[in-house]
């Protein structure tokens, strides 16, 4: 106990703690001197890695036109999904008005892109506004496919023992009560991922652990039965954490099976059918926590942007050197975020680690200058593995684990690491929203 009380003391006195998560610093965001310039930039899409970006280039960038398109009003703090599922946070505590943190001195257009154009630099908007650039910024996130799979829509999110906390504040809401009546009912869990890149990919796993946990601490988990379906041969793609997953579900009595990708579900019949090497197999659910398939938007897809061949072009991620997260072929044009092309990088923490690379790349490039930042493909996943505790997951491009704190264990399942995803993320990720780190 007493130790426990040293790691808690330590823990508060670190101003920085939610670095180790989203790599965010909350100092005063201080750069150097701003360079002049009349360059006209885009940046197409006003989530988290949009609405960062622009902040930094309004501090870095003097006389420079920065325009965001995007017509979304409201910002989801997606981190805090998981949260919500988990029936701790409300869904008001994962929104937030968009306006409260567009910078001052950026227009905001708040249409949808409809069409990119980057061989005539310009971009098209879905009120028929062709808007010209000199760089590009694509960040528009991406798209949560749920029709790819057969049965499969939105509106069935919290029906029939369907959960998915990806859709939205509310989808994850609508898990939660989900999850807690399978809980009192008891029955067949079924867990899963898609074949696709995605956003978070610790998202499943912490939401098949914190069912069980759930289980365990109303005294039913005999009453429950949970299997994780992976389309590939691990849980996790960085190869310690993988480990450790796969001993923690055997530890626990969570079922995991390989090569089992999602093609179809019939809700009415509660059966979910899988793709195989050994052929189709259904599978039958009192819970269904359905991840769907993600990719590009109709407007990067549709556009010369994205990947010609390759294992990202199937979804049309964007065509982006890894290290600069230049387009190879458009070289006024970056992307950051999800939309991005690149081996790692769909989370929260890679955007803080992103804008700053493509911050300095542009204002390097503006300047005539050589590009020398470097994104690493620093990822954090805060693997919450039970209500209370969670494991720090750091790691690059090279699956190397990469802890900001010598303190925390990335593989053991510890209460700060708990705290760090419940207390500290958020203000972090909203300091970077309006430029700092």
Known sequence: MTTNKIDRRAFLKLSAAAAALSGVTLGSGAHAAPVSTN????????????????????RRLDGASITVIDAKTTHWFQPGFTLVAAGIWDTSRVQVENAAYMPDGVEWIKEQVAAFAPDSNTVTTSGGRTVPYDYLIVATGLILDYERIEGME???????????IYAGPEAARASFEVMDDFVGKGGEGVFLRPHTEMKCAGAPLKFTFLTEDRARLRGRRDSVTLNYYAPFTNLFAVPPVHTKVEQLFTEREIGFHYKHTLRAIDPARKVATFETPEG?????????HLVPPMRAPDAVLNSALPWQDGPLAA??????DKSSLQHKRFANVFAIGDIAGVPKGKTAASVKWQVPVVAENLTALITGKDMTAVYNGYTSCPMVSGYGRAMLVEFDYENRLTPSFPFIDPLKELWVSWTIEEQALKPAYLAMLRGHG
């Open 39 to 58: 360059a006209r930039i885009v940046v197409a899409g006003a989530g988290a890695a949009g609405v960062a970006m622009a902040s930094q280039l309004r």
């Open 280 to 288: 189709m197999k259904e599978v039958g659910w009192d819970l269904l």
């Open 315 to 320: 979804d049309g991620w964007i065509e982006v």
């Open 154 to 164: 939105r509106s069935l999110i919290g029906q029939h023992g369907i959960t998915s």
